[in-house]
C-alpha cells in the first residue's frame, strides 16, 4: 500500500497531536522526523516519539534535506506558517499546515502561488469539518434538504489565562499570532459556519482586549451577511470563567442544526421530522440522535479530528487531487476574521469579495 512519509515541523503540544495521529493511521503514514527551533524541545520530541529530530536556527532547513520525507506537517506559531510552507514546497514536500493557514491574505496567497509553482499539496487543519456532526448536515444542505439558508452562527466562549499568554511569547501578539479569540480560538467554528452556510458577504464587528494583557483581541464579536442572502452572528471570547462551549447554528427554510462541542445536539427538516402542531411551532421530534446513529452504523471506520484531517490529506496526495481543506478553503477564514478586524477599526462595514 502507498504511503507518505511526514515530518513535523515545531514540537510543540499541537505537534504531539500530530504525531499521534500520522502513528495511528497505519500502513498510510509513516512518521520519520520532527524539528524545532528550539533544541531541547527537539530532543525531547525524539525521545517521546523515537524519530530523528533536529532542533535550532536551521532545523527545518536540515530536515528537508533528507529524501525520505515525502510531506511535513506545520505545528508551529501561525506567523510562521507561510514562510516554511513555501520553503517546505521549494524543497520538494507537500505541506500540511495548523489553522490559521496564515496571518494575513498577501501570506496565504503566496503559499496559494508556491504550490502552483512547485506542484506541492498544501493543505489545512479543520478537524471540525469532519465530525460526523458537520459531515451530516453538510450533506444536507448539499441535498437541499435545508432549503434556502437564513442564518447562520458561530460561539466560541472560552478561558484562558494570563499565564496561557505569557508562556508562549507569541500568543496574543499581532506579528505571531495574528490576533485573538477570533484568529486564534475561534478559527475552526467560523469555518464550520462558513462552510455550512454556503460562505459570507460581509461583516460589521467589534473587538477589545478587556482582561488580559495582550496585543490582541480577547473578545469579538460581528455581525454577518451571509452569501445565501441570509444573516448570521459571530462571537470568539477567551474571556469566560471557564471553557463552556463552542457552537455553530444554521437554520434553513426547510431545516435547522446546532452543533455543539462537535456534537450534533439537534437537527430537524421539514421532510424528515414531525411536523409541528398549529398551536406551538417548535419541531414536535428532534432528529439529532438518530441520524448520527444511522451515519455511524453506515460508516463504522468513520475517523475525526487530525486522524480524519491526515487521512483525507493523503488520500488526496496519493490521488493527484486537490484535499477536501486545501489552500483556497483555508483562506475563507482568514479573510473573515481579518474583515472583522478592519470592520473594527474603520467602524463600519466590510465587504468579503
Known amino acids: 500500500m502507498a504511503k507518505l512519509?511526514?515530518?513535523?515541523?515545531?514540537?510543540?503540544?499541537?505537534?504531539?497531536?500530530?504525531?499521534?495521529?500520522?502513528?495511528?493511521?497505519?500502513?498510510?503514514?509513516?512518521?520519520?522526523?520532527?524539528?524545532?527551533a528550539i533544541p531541547a524541545a527537539a530532543e525531547k520530541f525524539a525521545q517521546e516519539f523515537g524519530i530523528a529530530t533536529y532542533g535550532g536556527e536551521d532545523a527545518l532547513q536540515r530536515m528537508l534535506a533528507r529524501q525520505d520525507i515525502d510531506a511535513v506537517s506545520l505545528a508551529t506559531p501561525s506567523g510562521l506558517h507561510y514562510a516554511q510552507a513555501g520553503q517546505a514546497m521549494r524543497a520538494g514536500k507537500h505541506v500540511l499546515t495548523e489553522k490559521p493557514m496564515a496571518i494575513t491574505l498577501e501570506q496565504a496567497d503566496e503559499m496559494i502561488a508556491a504550490q502552483a509553482e512547485?506542484?506541492?499539496?498544501?493543505?489545512?487543519?479543520?478537524?471540525?469539518?469532519?465530525?460526523?456532526?458537520?459531515?451530516?448536515?453538510?450533506?444536507?444542505?448539499?441535498?437541499?434538504?435545508?432549503?434556502?439558508?437564513?442564518h447562520a452562527n458561530a460561539y466560541l466562549k472560552w478561558h484562558r489565562t494570563q499565564e496561557y499568554y505569557d508562556a508562549g511569547g507569541w500568543r496574543g501578539t499581532w506579528r505571531m499570532d495574528g490576533g485573538g479569540s477570533l484568529m486564534n480560538q475561534s478559527v475552526h467554528y467560523i469555518d464550520l459556519m462558513q462552510w455550512l452556510a454556503g460562505g459570507v458577504a460581509a461583516v460589521k464587528?467589534?473587538?477589545?482586549?478587556?482582561?488580559?494583557?495582550?496585543?490582541?483581541?480577547?473578545?469579538?464579536?460581528?455581525?454577518?451577511?451571509?452569501?445565501s442572502g441570509g444573516f448570521g452572528a459571530i462571537e470568539g471570547m477567551t474571556n469566560n470563567l471557564a471553557n463552556t462551549y463552542d457552537r455553530v447554528e444554521v437554520y434553513g427554510t426547510d431545516g435547522m442544526a446546532v452543533i455543539e462541542g462537535g456534537q450534533l445536539v439537534t437537527y430537524f427538516t421539514r421532510a424528515e421530522e414531525i411536523r409541528p402542531t398549529a398551536e406551538n411551532a417548535k419541531p414536535s421530534r428532534n432528529l439529532a440522535p438518530q441520524v448520527v446513529e444511522d451515519f455511524r452504523a453506515k460508516h463504522p471506520g468513520w475517523r475525526t479530528g487530525h486522524p480524519a484531517v491526515f487521512a483525507a490529506y493523503i488520500e488526496a496526495v496519493l490521488a493527484g487531487k486537490e484535499p477536501p481543506v486545501g489552500g483556497r478553503e483555508g483562506r475563507k477564514a482568514v479573510q473573515i476574521i481579518l474583515s472583522i478586524y478592519r470592520s473594527a477599526r474603520e467602524n463600519r462595514e466590510v465587504a468579503i469579495g
Open 118 to 150: 512547485t506542484g506541492k499539496t498544501l493543505g489545512c487543519v479543520f478537524q471540525q469539518r469532519f465530525h460526523p456532526a458537520a459531515v451530516i448536515v453538510k450533506q444536507a444542505i448539499d441535498d437541499g434538504r435545508f432549503g434556502r439558508i437564513l
Open 205 to 227: 464587528g467589534y473587538t477589545g482586549t478587556i482582561n488580559h494583557r495582550i496585543e490582541t483581541e480577547d473578545v469579538g464579536v460581528a455581525a454577518v451577511r451571509l452569501s
Open 5 to 36: 512519509r511526514f515530518g513535523i515541523v515545531g514540537a510543540g503540544g499541537i505537534a504531539h497531536a500530530h504525531a499521534r495521529a500520522l502513528r495511528g493511521l497505519g500502513d498510510m503514514a509513516e512518521l520519520v522526523s520532527a524539528c524545532d
